[in-house]
Structures are given as structure tokens and as C-alpha cells.
């Protein structure tokens, strides 16, 4: 009697599972439909490096045949030099081109007396000093030294040209008048030009 | 709801950031250092420069050395790097004919240097390094250097006269001539 029923049991609920596992689903998937997951930000961050670049056409070696005391001497060919830039002028105002000396009581080394930076002028028709400076001037933006810099030219930045070259010519000039008789023999110094943005 | 929220705002104030970062890179950028190379040379020098380009003599007495011409000064300077001494040279560049009247001469060896008024001596030497005319020169100082005025300048006054003690009588007129004066470093 008891495995009869146990038999009967078995059967109705072997029609009644299925059926309910159905109608259970079927309400899961109604759930679903049209509903969206939580959003995701992905931050993206690409960066075009900035690009400031100095060259020297010619004149990287200038050359005085014969100094002569107690006047102007003029070094006889410019420095030709093209700064190009590649920046972003929302964070750039203007690209600066500086000129300068490591140690401007030592513009120029002779073999017992020196040449200081206050003796060397500079000129550049097409940007700052238009005439002859002598390289006196402070660092800008952390580039040159105290007394021994020249700001050259300073170029204002837009959108226009953000991407850019300019080519300009540098004129040098030793100055001795006033100074005392140099020793004879040969004065060799350095010149340094960098550009920074500010 | 709260939790997406939440993430998107850190995404957004990581982006921020990222942005805050180039911008601060961005400003002071510096390009290479290019380079120009400063040579100049200065080389040694020596001049000497004379107070006046004429001396004169307003009257010549034959037979006789009391002919003084104007003194003339001169000034030497030097800058130099070497060498043991400056050495100032008169000279005539035809010792035959150091003076000339038409076809009457007086030869450099009646014409008679000194400095300083340290006595007279005539213009028949030989050149000194390579200055002067052989029979028609005279060193007029020899001036050591050494490193310590390899740099300098001296004064000098020259004293010139025509000493025509037996000499023939000269002829009236002007006589003229060129005296070459240099220094030179031994």
C-alpha cells in the first residue's frame, strides 16, 4: 500500500517540477530584458610629448684672426640658428631662446688672462637685442647663469603656430675697449644657446 | 547606485590628474643645448711711434758735428709672448745717400744717433734680426724682456746731428732723407 502511494507521488511530481522550474525562469527572463549593467569609466590619457629643438646651420665655430685692444672686434659670420617648436599653447606662451656662458668671468680663456661675458655682445636683428648686448643677463626659466645670459628672442605662442621653426642669424662681438692690453696668444670659450618655453 | 557613481568619479579625478601632470611637464621645457665654439687670437705686438714725423735742422755748419736736428720722441711698446730682447733700429735705406741735395749727398755715416743724450754714434752698422740696411744701421737700445714686462713700453728721446768734421764743404740748399726707425725682438 505504502510503496503504491510512494509510486503515485513520485509521478505527479516528476509533471509538477519541470513545470514549476519553467515558470520560474520564464520570470527571471522577464527580469532581464531591457535593463543595462552599471557604467564604467575608463579613463583614457594619451600625451603628445612637447618638442623644442635648437640647430646650428653654420657658423657653430667663429673665429677672430687677430683681437685688437681697446676696440670692437667683430666675429666676421653669424650663427645661424632654427628653433623649432611642437607645443600645446594652452601651456605655452611664448618659446624664449637663450644664450649663454657656464662661467661668465670666463667667457673666453686665454693663456693668462680672461675675457669676461660683460666683454662679448650679442646681436639679433630679428628678435631681441637688435643691437649689440653684451651677454649680462639672468637665467630664464631656470636656463643660463646669473650675468652670463641674453634672451634672444621671445616668440609668442597661439594656435596658429603651435607647430613651428623660426631661423634667425647671431651676430658676436668681443669688445675691449677699456679693457685692459690682453696678453697675446689664443682665447677659446664656449657659447651656449638653449630654448625654453614659458 | 552609489557604487558606479562613486567609481566614476575617481575615474574622472584620475583623468584630471593624468591631465594636471602634462600640463605641469609642459611648462619650462628646454630644448637641447646647442653650442658655438669662441675662438680668438691676439697676437704680439710691437710698435714704435714717434712724437713728430719731421726733425730739423734750420742751419748745417761745414765742418763741424754742432748740427743737431729737433729731437724726435719715440715710444715702443711691446706685448709679447717669447724673446730675450727689443731692440730699436735707425736706419737709411741707401747709406750713400742718406741725405740728399740734388746731386750733393751726405752718406748715413755723417749722420750721427743717440738717445737720451748718451752720446753719438753714426748710422753704419749692420741690420739686427733681419732690420736695417747693412753700412746705414744703428741700434739705438736693446731693452731685456722676460715674462715679467713682456708687456711694457719705454720712451725714448733720439737725438740726431750731422757730424761733418772733414767732410767737403756742402753745397747751399736743402738736403733731405727718410730715417728708418724699428724694433725688432731677439
Redesign the interface.
Known sequence: MHSRTGRRVRRCLSFLVPGAALAFGAREAAAQAGTGS????????A?KT?Q?????GS?????????T?NTT?N?PTP?V?T?SWD??P???NTVNLMAYFTTPAQ??V??TTQ?PASR?LARMTTGLPVAFTAITQNAL???GTAGGSLRLFAQNISGVNKKSSRTDN?N?Q?NLTGFP?????????????????? | MQRPMNRALAAAAALAFALASTAQAQVGLTSNTATVTLNATKSSTLTVSPSTATATLASITDNSNANNFSNVSLTTDWNLTAGTSVRLIGWFATPAQALVNGTALIPSANVEGGINGGGFSPFTGAAVGGVGVAGGSLQLFSQAVAVANYFSTRTDVLNLRLNLVGFPTTSAGLYTGTLNVQAVVQ
Open positions: 552599471p557604467a564604467r569609466i575608463i579613463a583614457l590619457a600625451t612637447s623644442l629643438s635648437v640647430i646650428i657658423g657653430a665655430v667663429q673665429t677672430i684672426a687677430s683681437l685692444d672686434n666675429f650663427v640658428i628653433t607645443v600645446n594652452g601651456q605655452t667667457a673666453l686665454g693663456p675675457i662679448v626659466g631656470g636656463i647671431l658676436l668681443i692690453t690682453l696678453a697675446p696668444g689664443l682665447y677659446s670659450g664656449t657659447l651656449n644657446l638653449q630654448a625654453v618655453t614659458q
